[in-house]
């Protein structure tokens, strides 16, 4: 398949099947919670019942009586130093006081399930209630309850971020909107629950089965809480049954290192579906105040907002999610002139709020994203128009520092619009919506190094094995570095292997997470083919007394002047020249230099690449029920190159449908401080029943960074869908739905005060 | 645990007789994975909603965690396992690859026995009967666009080979 540059590719950009793909529909795939070791032992963990009070003494004799249990640990039994994924302010077992419904107090190892459950309840807890904070408005009052002494009125994190002459920019603008947006707790809900399966050996080294999507920053997390040295610790993988970020946090893996130091043997520690609901981890909740003026032309000027958030109990990533992220990312998108943003994080006594697709991007570009629809219909410009006024183009720096090098936003606009057939009339209670939305895809932001190595190996029958520490999720990135590697040396991607996170074996990766993988271990694999090959063929010269530059590698084969040879016999004739000696080639690659934080006032050109896209929905409301039935959904996306065009479909189709649910569907409910849907009956997804019409629409910018041009597409396909159809019920029904879920009652109840 | 309460159940799984003993209370979940080694069957939510743990038993797809295992005595069980050939792959698995209808591949196993059970029982399905088909099982990365798309292909095939 050609491209636009004339470029001829055997597997980029191709059909190319998932090579994980055999594994799986066979039912061979072991995953993480297949693994079984022989003496292990099985772990149940006590919780805590009430959203906040002191413990005031546990008794476990009775537990530790139970014929089969290896031992009862509580915090007295595990190392006080505080553990998380940004900022450590959890402990590995509750000391002094719970926090929310399910925090974690005690842990049981034992024979089997049964017997460490009935363990459990015979644990004894004396508790003394406190009063708890639900709500982040509350809980930032003067006179609250702190969830953490360390926290004055419950402030996780803050940031304040204003560019231009901020809120008096407003000063220059014709028309200024202004409404305030909410978002809800909801769960990945990924099918395969979290766990962690820790095995040791007598020396006391940790074999560490866990499913996370950054093993390489766990490994260190474990040694750093455990006191142990790296060496002690491994992270293994085999494959995992999702993760969409909310895997790059973990409670069972602590737990479990805990019980196999104590025991001395094997631990599995397993949540399932429900527990992940009820406890943890849970996408970041939002009040979003937001006000946007421009000139009477539709010209962008000003953006004011202000955003709480709530933390949950415990940090885990929501520092960054609210504080970084969605404090900028969406004001990217346009050529704001002014700009000012306070973010608020609480503390409050329920479970703690983490990572879920797109990173704080959902949850402000709702809120942007309807609010400018808004402000089009006030000056009386066609939404779609407004935004094509003032979308980046090509060149240009964002409020923020982002340098856009690549973009088909417009491309994306323009043909999505036409696929939905904009402005074609409609009949009442039928309606579109419009969405962008602006992403980073390989940035910087956690380390002092935050790029991606990866090596090559040469096997001795001339097929391949690629080392990476990116983890597969079931995203993909294992095919795509092995379409890359089979695409730069020439060879037939069957005799590419990708093998599995060990972190004894593989290089270092943070993980896949922020849509980075692509282009870090993407770019990194092309540097490391292409010296693979370099090296291949400075032998082959010898080999075959033809100057290198004749040289090309086809199919497997080294070819050039008429001769020909197999990378297997090839091999054969190195060994017996060179000595049987592995043939390897390094590759690396990481962002740019910049880091943001409040140090640099969050400016900088923080992303190798920023994806984009453009979302359109088009939905029927009934008056009569309620229900939103979205005719069609498109999914125009930037993708700078497609690398795998099946995978970037999958991606899509995947993160639609997630984004339908939390449009429509999706919410857990807290009553005081529990949640009374947390069970997969009460809490619906969904299904197969619930699949509009996609149509994805792919342009190709090209990037300058990208690999072949590629950005990242991951978390992109989530971003805007809630906006695109609040947009959309807006445009049907007349009425501004400023609350996530938008469920079939909400609009009736709207619906029926309008008459 | 009480010993005495073990049973001894005889089914045919996967065309084969076997013989296990089990508690009553015990699911063909359960037995499939910890007594048989069959781990394509996967352990999702336990309780009969996402669909992982599907098997045929006697022809009909079920949720194999809800099943306690004295109701399988003398029935036929099939399972990822069985419908895969000695050599290569049914065409349900190999449409399924085709399209990319395969991310993560947790819900893959379960999803495509329900789909096998739509074809047996219906060889020529519309879109509507294999949504409606695969409704009970759960997948959170593929949006089943494509696993929609990938068994249309093989109820085409099928159509096709009837009209020979």
Known sequence: MGNATGQWYRYIGEKVENIDGYDKVTGQAIFFSDIEIPHMLHAAILRSPYPHAKILDIDVTAATRVPGVACVITSEDVPSTLYGPQRPDRNVLAREKVRFVGDEVAAVAAVDIETALKAISLIKVRYQQLPAVFDPCEAMQPNAVLVHDSAPRNIASFSRIVRGKGKDGFSECDVIVEDEFTTQRVHCLYLEPQLCVVDIDKKGNLTVYLPVQTPFLWRDEIARVFGLPLSKVRVVQVYMGGAFGGKLDTSTAMIATALALKTGKPVRVALSNDDELKYGFHRVPTKIHIRIGAKKDGTLIAKQVRIVADNGAYNSLAPKIVCTNMATRSDCLYRYKHVETEAYLVYTNKVPTSAYRGYGNPQITFAQESLLDELAYQIGIDPLELRIRNIHSVGETTIHGWQIRSSGLAKCLREGAQMINWEAPRPRFRGRGVACMIHVSGNRGKLDWDGSEVILRLHEDGSLVLLSGESELGQGVRTVLAQIAAEEIGLSIDDVKVLPVDTDVSPFALGPYSTKTTVLAGNATREAAQKLKAKILEYAEQMLSVPRAKLQVNNGKIVGADKEVSLKDFMSWYHKHEGRRTIIAHGVFEPGKVRISADNDFYGDISATYPLAAHFAEVEVDPETGQVLITRYIAAHDIGKIINFEGARGQIFGGVVQGIGYALMEELVYEDGTITNGELSNYLIPTSMDVPTIEPIFVESYDPVGPYGAKGIGEPTLIPVAAAIANAIRDATGIRFKELPITPEKIFMALKERE | ?164
């Open chain 2, 1 to 164: 645990m009480c010993e005495s309460s073990r049973m001894k159940i005889r089914f045919f799984l996967n065309g084969q007789a076997v013989t296990v003993y089990a508690e009553p209370g015990e699911t063909l979940l359960s037995v499939l994975r910890q007594k048989l080694g069959l781990t394509g069957v996967k352990e999702g939510c336990q309780r009969g909603e996402c669909g992982a743990c599907t098997v045929l038993l006697n022809g009909r797809p079920v949720n194999s965690c809800l099943v306690l295992i004295p109701k399988v005595e003398g029935a036929h069980v099939l399972t990822i396992e069985g419908i895969t050939p000695e050599r290569g792959l049914h065409p349900l698995q190999r449409s399924f690859l085709k399209h990319g209808a395969v991310q993560c591949g947790f819900c893959t196993p379960g999803m495509i026995m329900s789909a096998y059970a739509l074809l047996l029982e219906n060889p020529d399905p519309n879109e509507e009967d294999i949504r409606t088909a695969i409704s009970g099982n759960l997948c959170r990365c593929t949006g089943y666009v494509q696993m929609i798309e990938a068994i249309k292909e093989v109820a085409e095939l099928n159509r096709k080979s009837d009209e020979y």
